[in-house]
Antibody, heavy 123, light 107 residues
Framework: EVQLVESGGGLVKPGGSLRLSCAAS????????MDWVRQTPGKGLEWVGR??????????DYAAPVKGRFTISRDDSKKALYLQMNSLRPEDTGVYFC??????????????WGQGTLVTVSS | DIQMTQSPSSLSASVGDRVTITCRAS??????LNWFQQKPGKAPKVLIY???TLHSGVPSRFSGSGSGTDFTLTISSLQPEDFATYYC?????????FGQGTKVEMK
């Protein structure tokens, strides 16, 4: 059974930092592209960014609102995904989901989601 | 970025009703369009990918159609477990973007 379990959310002041983790199990983590998706009161569901496989160079891609502030990384030996969030703003408040992508007939699909972890940015 | 607009934002329906939700993209996404269902306090679940392909385990009362900029999700006969919020998502180009959601409520 595929499981994605996020942790590390909490309350942080504007300008602060937080590191989210996602523990993966039940699938071939090292061969899977992973995304972070957030759900905020202001913008609803929003793609945050992606990390490809180490075999594919581990390339990352970010949404414009977080580029330069957030960093996605992975540790295949631990089957773990991370989201380092710096210079946090109130508009970053929301639930952050770790997601795993699958390929079906040429389509890349957000197949699996964690339960989400709440990040609140407030003074 | 490609903007995704769903309509309606909410609808009231009864068990057994046929429900249709539309999604319009600000530019063509081909058939790189997915539909998700989300229930309160839970993560979204994929229903349909490639505009019309049912994901594994999804009941056949769900169907999707469309290409280019206009897409439709149809529930042929609404069941009690289908009351939820539905989102479209384009996966044509990053940043992948979602519609604002359509909440299906009980009439």
């Amino acid at each position: 059974e595929v499981q994605l379990v996020e942790s590390g959310g909490g309350l942080v002041k504007p300008g602060g930092s937080l590191r989210l983790s996602c523990a993966a199990s039940g699938f071939g983590f090292s061969g899977t592209w992973m995304d972070w998706v957030r759900q905020t009161p202001g913008k609803g569901l929003e793609w945050v960014g992606r990390i490809k496989t180490e075999a594919g160079g581990g390339a990352t891609d970010y949404a414009a609102p977080v580029k330069g502030r957030f960093t996605i990384s992975r540790d295949d030996s631990k089957k773990a995904l991370y989201l380092q969030m710096n210079s946090l703003r109130p508009e970053d408040t929301g639930v952050y989901f770790c997601t795993a992508l699958s390929t079906f007939g040429g389509f890349i699909v957000t197949s699996f989601w964690g339960q989400g972890t709440l990040v609140t940015v407030s003074s | 970025d490609i903007q995704m607009t769903q309509s309606p934002s909410s609808l009231s329906a009864s068990v057994g009703d046929r429900v249709t939700i539309t999604c319009r993209a600000s530019q063509s996404t081909g058939i790189y369009l997915n539909w998700f269902q989300q229930k309160p306090g839970k993560a979204p679940k994929v229903l349909i990918y490639g505009a019309s392909t049912l994901h594994s385990g999804v009941p056949s009362r769900f169907s999707g159609s469309g290409s280019g900029t206009d897409f439709t999700l149809t529930i042929s006969s609404l069941q009690p477990e289908d009351f939820a919020t539905y989102y479209c998502q384009q996966s044509y180009i990053t940043p992948w973007t979602f519609g604002q959601g359509t909440k299906v409520e009980m009439k």
